[in-house]
Structure formats: C-alpha cells, structure tokens
C-alpha cells in the first residue's frame, strides 16, 4: 500500500556532507512518524533519526544529534536527511521506514510497517 525510495547516497569525505530523500508513494495518508534507520556491514540495523507525522517532532541517535537534520514534507510525500559533518562510521545503508497507525514503538524497526531499499552512504576518511 506504501512505496518508499530512497535516493542521494553516495560518496562523501569525512567532514563533508550529503542529504538523503525519501520519496512515498501509494496510500500515504496512511503514514504516521517516519524514520531512519542505517545498517553498516556485520551490524544490526539502528535508529538514526525519527520524526512525527506534522513533523513538529523529532528524536536522534547520541551519534547523529548536532550533525543529522531529519524534516519531511508531506505535500510533497518526501522525507529527508541532511547528513553534515560525516564521519567514516557513517558508512551503512541508509533505509526511511514509515508507521501505518499511531503508538508504535519509534526507535526499533518493529515499530514500522513501511521500508525501502535503501541508499548506500560511504565516507572516506
């Protein structure tokens, strides 16, 4: 019912910058909070940012607080991530994860019904 794609990933010096989209499709008046998370290799899939459905709030990994922006733009059906200040640790697959209903968990991936493929982000030391 909902389609998520994600795009701007890429290569980035540590220090630089990059910014992330997330493109919604399909019923998204049934989206809720929204997230992102990230996967780098041999780990699990972790939290980075969330953001609720008006946008108004928002809540960040330890690492991402200061350097990570997350907003979203529902008349556009678009989700971002301004990753600054990039640190070779960053280096993972980026995923936008999105909630069906309200009052789900929001800093595990259980607590969403919605996921796209990912965008992959590298930085070089």
């Known amino acids: 019912q909902v389609q998520l794609v994600e795009s701007g990933g890429g290569l980035a010096q540590a220090g630089g910058s990059l910014r992330l989209s997330c493109a919604a499709s399909?019923?998204?008046?049934?989206?809720?909070?929204m997230a992102w998370f990230r996967q780098a290799p041999g780990k699990e899939r972790e939290l980075v940012a969330s953001?609720?459905?008006?946008?108004?709030?928002?809540a960040y990994a330890d690492s991402a607080k200061g350097r990570f922006t997350i907003s979203r733009d529902n008349a556009k059906n678009v989700m971002l991530l301004q990753l600054n200040s990039l640190k070779p640790d960053a280096t993972a697959v980026y995923y936008c994860?999105?909630?069906?209903?309200?009052?789900?968990?929001?800093?595990?991936?259980?607590?969403?019904?919605?996921w796209g493929q990912g965008t992959q982000v590298t930085v070089s030391p």
């Open positions: 399909g019923r998204t008046f049934t989206i809720f909070r």
């Open positions: 994860e999105a909630q069906a209903v309200t009052g789900r968990p929001t800093t595990t991936v259980t607590g969403y019904d919605f």
């Open positions: 953001i609720s459905r008006s946008g108004d709030t928002t």
